[in-house]
């Protein structure tokens, strides 16, 4: 049975890259399934051999017949166990597709339905999509189009807010450059004052914010402390005297990451406009917007360009940035990371009004 969906363009285009994919959506990250789909493997028939091995790839979070989960016991690589050397899922091969829990069956893929309309969007955080996304020449675009019909997530949401939404994604992908279209946005939906050229405090919340990652993320970690090597940050604490010379550092190293990407811009545009439909921007889970989802995704521009700057090698490749960015969205989408990002522009962008068109035309430069 099929249904519409509106859906990124890219999306009829889009398939896993199953063995060849470099970072496998398994690893890395906790994988969760539901009590039900631990209860159906358990119950699954199988030779004996493969029970043992899908009888250890997963513990209980409490008991399955009153709402418990169970998680995949990761290797000593942080990979998943029943993934073969080959990079394929031991489990599809094995008992077929229809016995894959959901998370595994559909990621990236995040079906729901708003306002009695249906929709996928796709994470970034999938490897496929941002490599999709970077291989772009112009603005991330949207569609319907027919689909079978799969689970689909309820989001409560007022109908005024689920036009917003779709509003939103118009307004951002026909501007003219990123700070247009931000400011479009801005006069759109949320009316913040536009301040002057950024003093420094744009970078004290950069290099406070990848400072925190590199101590306290598994998950970014690595790439975050990567890039305070690369800027000279390891070990030292957000000071005003050294934000001159991390400005300086910083913008050295966008010069040399823009001969890697030169079209880095649309990149980031992309990004962000799949980002946003992903999580129903600004109205994330049918709340009320207001300002913060805005300030959130202007730290979220500014901390991937960062991060991702830093970590480019000068001799880099354009499959190194998608690694690093696809990595960065495990956290940027599927974390608390959008209500820290509020966090951290509050504590250093608010000291001037109108700090985050600051903050934006620095990335711009």
Same mark, same amino acid.
Request: proline share 5%; hydrophobic share 35%.
């Given at each position: 049975?099929?249904?519409?969906?509106?859906?990124?363009?890219?999306?009829?285009?889009?398939?896993?890259?199953?063995?060849?994919?470099?970072?496998?959506?398994?690893?890395?990250?906790?994988?969760?399934?539901?009590?039900?789909?631990?209860?159906?493997?358990?119950?699954?028939?199988?030779?004996?051999?493969?029970?043992?091995?899908?009888?250890?790839?997963?513990?209980?979070?409490?008991?399955?017949?009153?709402?418990?989960?169970?998680?995949?016991?990761?290797?000593?690589?942080?990979?998943?166990?029943?993934?073969?050397?080959?990079?394929?899922?031991?489990?599809?091969?094995?008992?077929?597709?229809?016995?894959?829990?959901?998370?595994?069956?559909?990621?990236?893929?995040?079906?729901?339905?708003?306002?009695?309309?249906?929709?996928?969007?796709?994470?970034?955080?999938?490897?496929?999509?941002?490599?999709?996304?970077?291989?772009?020449?112009?603005?991330?675009?949207?569609?319907?189009?027919?689909?079978?019909?799969?689970?689909?997530?309820?989001?409560?949401?007022?109908?005024?807010?689920?036009?917003?939404?779709?509003?939103?994604?118009?307004?951002?992908?026909?501007?003219?450059?990123?700070?247009?279209?931000?400011?479009?946005?801005?006069?759109?939906?949320?009316?913040?004052?536009?301040?002057?050229?950024?003093?420094?405090?744009?970078?004290?919340?950069?290099?406070?914010?990848?400072?925190?990652?590199?101590?306290?993320?598994?998950?970014?970690?690595?790439?975050?402390?990567?890039?305070?090597?690369?800027?000279?940050?390891?070990?030292?604490?957000?000071?005003?005297?050294?934000?001159?010379?991390?400005?300086?550092?910083?913008?050295?190293?966008? #010069?040399?990451? &823009?001969?890697?990407?030169? %079209?880095?811009?649309?990149? *980031?545009?992309? $990004?962000?406009?799949? !980002?946003? @439909?992903?999580?129903?921007?600004?109205?994330?889970?049918?709340?009320?917007?207001?300002?913060?989802?805005?300030?959130?995704?202007?730290?979220?521009?500014?901390?991937?360009?960062?991060?991702?700057?830093?970590?480019?090698?000068? #001799?880099?490749? &354009?499959?190194?940035?998608? %690694?690093?960015?696809?990595? *960065?969205?495990? $956290?940027?989408?599927? !974390?608390? @990371?959008?209500?820290?990002?509020?966090?951290?522009?509050?504590?250093?962008?608010?000291?001037?009004?109108?700090?985050?068109?600051?903050?934006?035309?620095?990335?711009?430069?």
């Amino acid at each position: 049975m099929s249904r519409t969906y509106y859906v990124p363009d890219y999306y009829p285009g889009f398939a896993c890259k199953c063995g060849s994919c470099r970072n496998s959506c398994c690893r890395g990250w906790p994988v969760i399934i539901t009590g039900e789909e631990y209860t159906r493997l358990q119950e699954a028939e199988c030779a004996p051999e493969y029970r043992r091995k899908l009888n250890e790839a997963f513990n209980l979070d409490g008991d399955p017949r009153r709402g418990g989960t169970a998680h995949v016991v990761h290797d000593r690589s942080g990979g998943c166990p029943l993934l073969s050397k080959a990079g394929l899922c031991t489990l599809q091969l094995e008992l077929g597709e229809e016995i894959l829990p959901d998370v595994c069956r559909l990621y990236p893929r995040n079906t729901r339905e708003v306002c009695g309309e249906a929709e996928c969007a796709c994470a970034g955080s999938c490897e496929a999509v941002t490599e999709l996304l970077l291989q772009r020449d112009g603005p991330l675009g949207f569609c319907s189009v027919e689909l079978e019909e799969e689970p689909r997530f309820p989001i409560d949401m007022k109908e005024s807010f689920f036009r917003e939404c779709r509003l939103a994604l118009d307004v951002f992908r026909r501007g003219n450059g990123l700070e247009d279209r931000f400011r479009s946005l801005n006069a759109a939906l949320f009316h913040l004052p536009e301040g002057e050229d950024a003093d420094l405090n744009g970078v004290g919340m950069l290099w406070d914010m990848t400072a925190y990652f590199a101590k306290n993320s598994p998950i970014i970690g690595d790439y975050c402390r990567k890039a305070s090597a690369r800027y000279g940050l390891e070990g030292q604490k957000p000071e005003k005297d050294g934000f001159p010379l991390l400005a300086e550092r910083y913008a050295q190293a966008r #010069r040399a990451g &823009r001969t890697i990407l030169p %079209d880095w811009e649309t990149g *980031l545009t992309n $990004l962000l406009l799949n !980002s946003m @439909f992903y999580n129903s921007f600004p109205h994330v889970g049918g709340t009320n917007g207001e300002e913060d989802p805005f300030l959130s995704v202007c730290v979220t521009a500014a901390f991937l360009d960062f991060v991702l700057m830093g970590c480019l090698p000068e #001799r880099g490749s &354009r499959e190194e940035a998608a %690694d690093i960015l696809s990595t *960065l969205f495990r $956290l940027i989408e599927h !974390s608390d @990371f959008k209500y820290r990002a509020v966090k951290y522009y509050r504590e250093w962008g608010d000291r001037s009004p109108g700090a985050w068109l600051g903050i934006l035309r620095r990335i711009t430069e």
